[in-house]
């Protein structure tokens, strides 16, 4: 069982920046990768980015090239530095914890509550 809390959504304005984070704790035995999904009033939940634990990552094609994602081992943390945000951005901001299997990341069923994220134009 791994718990995850998130932090840092808010209100924005179009074309600024925000960091969120995520505090890992529990079992992270069977975890080697984690990442960020989001959901948006009305739609599914749709992948953002993902780090292995050795700092490799992937992004959506959204979120290339304006979002970084990385952890900070100390801290068990996973963060999630937005710029260039864009009133599109705005969803909740989940964060999960799972594996980097066969190129790809694979979520599993331990969730955070979500942080709110909302990008004025």
């Known amino acids: 069982q791994v718990q995850l809390v998130e932090s840092g959504g808010g209100l924005v304005q179009a074309g600024g920046s925000l960091r969120l984070s995520c505090v890992a704790s529990g079992d992270m035995s069977h975890i080697n990768a984690m990442a960020w999904y989001r959901q948006a009033p009305g739609n599914r939940r749709e992948f953002v980015a993902a780090?292995?634990?050795?700092?490799?990552?992937e992004y959506s094609s959204s979120a290339k090239g304006r979002f970084t994602i990385s952890i900070d081992h100390v801290r068990n943390t996973l963060y999630l530095q937005m710029a260039d945000l864009k009133p599109e951005d705005t969803a909740v901001y989940y964060c999960n914890s799972g594996r980097h299997e066969r190129g790809d990341y694979w979520a599993s069923d331990d969730w955070g509550r979500g942080t709110q994220v909302t990008v004025s134009s």
């Open positions: 780090t292995t634990i050795y700092g490799i990552a």
